[in-house]
């Protein structure tokens, strides 16, 4: 039956209720305490790349039509490592939080991706901060009624740490992702909007991936780059493949990547310079913690050297912005080694393929989102939210900033979140 349209749901949420909620911090766990060594699959936050190489906007926020520019910000786990069903809006016009619908399952390492009907799709992640209960589980999120409700069919497989990306036929392609027993799959599924239901693409992925990157190029077809492939996170993959929806078959692409990496970031540019290309920055390749960068060229199907970054970086978050009628990536926060959450940001620069210091963030933060944002006053500025300030779950934050690219400066914004999470997602609506 139809959802029937109903009064706003949505609660304006108090700077005190909000600190109370991140206080919440009592319980450390040990599989936190050190990086790669007894940690699951839930140790960084999955990127969504759902955009054509004639888009701007950062991955994870395709743009069908006009976008009213709130953000909804889902899932995650809490302060003691719960996961959190309460999802929540963020207004630019006033920079408050309100909460809005409770999802049907609490789930966190996720992804979310906005449907061309613009209902938004949330799949698989985990109930738990170990990995070890990943979920077959989507649900749809209405606007109108801010209501979450379950996809007629369930997934193929459970994932967590998978990817989705929104093709031009309006279905979504889910690839990889790790099991119940933390081994990352080789599988991959579509979803169809039309139905509500979920099918084995004809094609498994030529290597079994999670926390890898998932791009939509220019020519429809979907760049799948990177990983870890075992339980151990000991192998990690410098192989790149490309999804033809037309066959639902993946090719290897040759020559390999420039580095291994998982937990990087990945953003394609619309414009410029390297108009097509995708930049793929960071993560942990075979040895720790990164600083290199490289780019993939779809007109040659080559990944080449790019710049180094200022500072070795996983688990962080990036959006791409303009400056100067430029296209540069924001990348902000993340782990620049086995135990350190930096603050630091850095913006690389499409026209140099070089990197430089920005501002630093208001909190030290990983597992955190970057969401470009669209509308009047504040269209361009990025919003930063929740994560961790430090490695353990009672780090785990409430408070969410903006960054301005014109001033290079970061400011918290006028009140913090409902919740604090981190491994959530965040997406502008329609």
């Given at each position: 039956?139809p959802e029937a349209?109903?009064?706003?749901m949505?609660?304006?949420?108090?700077?005190?209720?909000?600190l109370?909620?991140?206080?919440?911090?009592?319980?450390?766990?040990?599989?936190?305490?050190?990086?790669?060594?007894?940690?699951?699959p839930?140790l960084?936050a999955?990127?969504?790349?759902a955009?054509?190489s004639?888009?701007?906007t950062?991955?994870?926020?395709?743009?069908?039509?006009k976008?009213?520019g709130d953000v909804?910000i889902?899932?995650?786990?809490?302060?003691?490592?719960?996961?959190?069903g309460?999802?929540?809006?963020?207004?630019?016009?006033?920079?408050?939080?309100?909460t809005?619908?409770?999802m049907?399952?609490?789930?966190?390492?996720h992804?979310?991706?906005?449907?061309p009907?613009?209902?938004?799709?949330l799949?698989?992640g985990q109930?738990?901060?170990?990995g070890?209960t990943?979920?077959?589980?989507?649900e749809l999120?209405?606007e109108?009624t801010?209501?979450?409700k379950?996809?007629?069919?369930k997934m193929?497989?459970?994932?967590?740490?998978?990817?989705?990306t929104?093709l031009q036929?309006g279905?979504v392609?889910?690839?990889?992702g790790?099991?119940?027993s933390?081994?990352?799959?080789n599988?991959?599924?579509?979803?169809n909007?039309?139905?509500q239901?979920?099918?084995?693409?004809?094609g498994?992925?030529?290597?079994?991936?999670?926390?890898?990157?998932a791009?939509?190029?220019?020519?429809?077809?979907?760049?799948?780059a990177?990983?870890?492939s075992?339980?151990?996170?000991?192998t990690v993959?410098?192989?790149?493949?490309?999804?033809?929806?037309?066959?639902?078959t993946?090719?290897t692409?040759?020559p390999?990547m420039?580095d291994?990496r998982?937990?990087?970031?990945?953003q394609?540019?619309?414009?410029?310079?390297l108009?097509?290309?995708v930049?793929?920055a960071?993560g942990?390749?075979?040895?720790?913690?990164?600083?290199t960068t490289?780019l993939?060229?779809?007109?040659g199907?080559?990944?080449?050297t790019?710049?180094?970054?200022?500072?070795?970086?996983?688990q962080?978050?990036?959006?791409?912005?303009?400056l100067?009628g430029i296209?540069?990536?924001?990348?902000?926060?993340?782990m620049t080694?086995a135990?350190?959450?930096?603050?630091?940001a850095?913006?690389?620069n499409?026209?140099?393929?070089?990197?430089?210091?920005?501002?630093?963030?208001?909190?030290?933060r990983?597992f955190h989102t970057?969401?470009?944002l669209?509308?009047?006053?504040?269209?361009?500025?990025?919003?930063v939210t929740?994560g961790?300030?430090?490695?353990?779950?009672?780090n785990t934050v409430s408070?969410?900033e903006l960054y301005d690219?014109?001033a290079?400066t970061?400011?918290?914004?006028?009140a913090?979140m409902?919740?604090a999470?981190?491994?959530?997602?965040?997406?502008?609506?329609?």
């Amino acid at each position: 039956m139809p959802e029937a349209p109903k009064t706003s749901m949505r609660m304006p949420v108090s700077r005190l209720q909000a600190l109370a909620v991140a206080s919440i911090a009592a319980v450390m766990f040990a599989w936190l305490a050190t990086l790669g060594t007894g940690c699951g699959p839930g140790l960084g936050a999955v990127r969504i790349t759902a955009t054509a190489s004639s888009s701007t906007t950062p991955s994870g926020t395709p743009t069908p039509g006009k976008l009213s520019g709130d953000v909804l910000i889902a899932g995650g786990l809490d302060a003691v490592g719960s996961p959190v069903g309460q999802a929540e809006i963020y207004d630019p016009t006033t920079g408050m939080f309100s909460t809005t619908g409770t999802m049907k399952t609490a789930r966190a390492f996720h992804t979310v991706t906005e449907l061309p009907s613009g209902t938004i799709l949330l799949t698989g992640g985990q109930t738990n901060p170990n990995g070890n209960t990943p979920l077959n589980t989507a649900e749809l999120y209405n606007e109108s009624t801010e209501v979450f409700k379950l996809t007629t069919g369930k997934m193929v497989a459970a994932r967590t740490l998978q990817t989705a990306t929104l093709l031009q036929s309006g279905q979504v392609l889910i690839t990889g992702g790790a099991d119940a027993s933390g081994n990352p799959l080789n599988t991959a599924e579509l979803y169809n909007p039309s139905t509500q239901t979920f099918t084995a693409t004809k094609g498994n992925m030529n290597f079994p991936r999670a926390a890898h990157t998932a791009t939509l190029l220019g020519s429809g077809q979907v760049l799948i780059a990177g990983g870890y492939s075992n339980s151990s996170q000991s192998t990690v993959q410098n192989t790149g493949e490309l999804y033809d929806p037309t066959t639902q078959t993946f090719t290897t692409i040759t020559p390999l990547m420039r580095d291994n990496r998982y937990f990087d970031q990945a953003q394609i540019f619309g414009s410029g310079t390297l108009n097509g290309q995708v930049l793929l920055a960071g993560g942990h390749d075979t040895t720790g913690v990164t600083t290199t960068t490289e780019l993939y060229d779809p007109s040659g199907n080559t990944f080449n050297t790019s710049g180094i970054m200022t500072i070795s970086r996983m688990q962080f978050a990036s959006a791409i912005v303009q400056l100067s009628g430029i296209n540069e990536v924001l990348l902000c926060g993340g782990m620049t080694n086995a135990s350190t959450v930096t603050q630091t940001a850095e913006l690389f620069n499409s026209a140099s393929s070089t990197s430089a210091q920005t501002g630093n963030m208001t909190d030290s933060r990983r597992f955190h989102t970057a969401t470009l944002l669209t509308s009047a006053a504040v269209a361009g500025e990025v919003l930063v939210t929740g994560g961790q300030d430090a490695v353990g779950v009672p780090n785990t934050v409430s408070s969410a900033e903006l960054y301005d690219p014109t001033a290079g400066t970061f400011a918290p914004t006028t009140a913090p979140m409902a919740n604090a999470r981190y491994g959530q997602t965040a997406i502008v609506l329609p």
